[in-house]
């Protein structure tokens, strides 16, 4: 059984071969009959909001042949008490997927480890590894056109993540740029400096020590083919707003600290954005701005990340 809970689950020759498949699945998007989750029933188990990740995944399912089935955590027996093992034993009798986004990472681990079909993260407090596959293509695209070897593009390129440096984003950009070959500097405020839980993961799939943490946000761009951020309050961190806004607002990503990465930098952006907070409206209308791409490919990676699951199935 292949589940994708974070970004090492596939190795670095599957990412690539789950690159060209997107590639391809993006080229020949309205003009294949995709039948790999024919007569199949994918759930969608979420916790928090969702705009990008639900719309992508029940479009995906259905233009890969089969039926996506959206269920609210307080529509299930889940939001009442019953146990996420049991939700798992039983969803897995109807279903040939689950796709889950939820606050406890844990709890994607033992959604897994109970049931007995295929489980994807689409994002928990610690991890969002759904997105980070689909920036890392969005830039291959970019770095890699007409054919070029788009997992190899990203090799030796650096990212500087700005703002919340111990959310979901920062930790698996952390997490992938280890997996990509690529070096990623981080600029927080002291206390957001990654957490045990990160060092820990990162030591155990061999990656102790890759990245570098700054409090300075010019040192971390420096250089950087890409700057990245994401929302200051994150989904949960609702009552740490007051104190969060003040502690990040040095990180906004503005067009001065945009204008000290390369020339030829990308600006990247999970989204939802909060302009004139995390980044400024001028950055999000550069020319060098890609988030709707970021947005757009999220469909076309995850159908790619699917359809390697349902093969191994
Ligand atoms: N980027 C992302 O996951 O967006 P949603 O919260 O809208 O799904
Ligand atoms: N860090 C954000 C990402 C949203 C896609 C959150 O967890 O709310």
């Excluded at 071969?17 to 039948?35: C, H, M, P, V, Y």
């Excluded at 010019?218 to 700057?227: L, M, P, Q, Y």
Aim: net charge negative; proline share 4%.
């Amino acid at each position: 059984m292949k589940h994708f809970l974070k970004e090492t689950d596939f190795s670095p020759a599957q990412v690539a071969e789950l690159f060209d498949l997107a590639r391809n699945l993006k080229a020949t998007r309205g003009r294949e009959i995709a039948s790999v989750l024919k007569h199949q029933t994918w759930a969608l188990i979420f916790s928090k909001s969702s705009t990008r990740t639900r719309v992508s995944f029940e479009v995906g399912i259905h233009e890969l042949g089969g039926n996506p089935l959206f269920l609210s955590k307080n529509d299930i027996q889940l939001g009442r008490g019953e146990s996420i093992e049991d939700t798992a034993r039983v969803l897995s009798r109807f279903v040939h997927g689950l796709i889950v986004r939820t606050y406890d990472h844990a709890e994607v681990e033992r959604l897994a480890a109970a049931g007995t079909v295929p489980v994807i993260n689409a994002l928990t407090d610690f991890l969002h590894p759904c997105q980070i596959y689909t920036d890392a293509f969005t830039m291959a695209e970019r770095w890699a056109p007409s054919g070029g070897d788009l997992f190899a593009s990203l090799r030796g390129r650096k990212i500087a993540f700005l703002g919340d440096t111990a959310c979901n984003m920062a930790n698996s950009w952390v997490l992938g740029a280890n997996l990509f070959g690529m070096k990623i500097s981080l600029a927080g405020p002291a206390g957001f400096a990654p957490s045990a839980d990160l060092n820990g993961l990162l030591a155990r799939e061999g990656f102790a020590g890759g990245y570098d943490f700054t409090t300075d946000p010019i040192e971390a761009v420096r250089d950087a083919d890409v700057v990245y951020t994401d929302v200051w309050v994150s989904m949960g961190k609702e009552e740490e707003k007051r104190d969060r806004l003040a502690l990040m607002a040095p990180y906004s990503v503005t067009g001065e600290v945009f204008a000290a990465a390369k020339p030829d930098a990308y600006f990247m952006h999970c989204l939802p954005a909060h302009p004139g907070e995390e980044v400024q409206q001028e950055v999000l209308d550069n020319p060098r701005s890609i988030i709707f791409d970021q947005a757009e490919n999220r469909l076309h990676v995850q159908k790619a990340i699917m359809t390697l699951l349902a093969r191994r199935d």
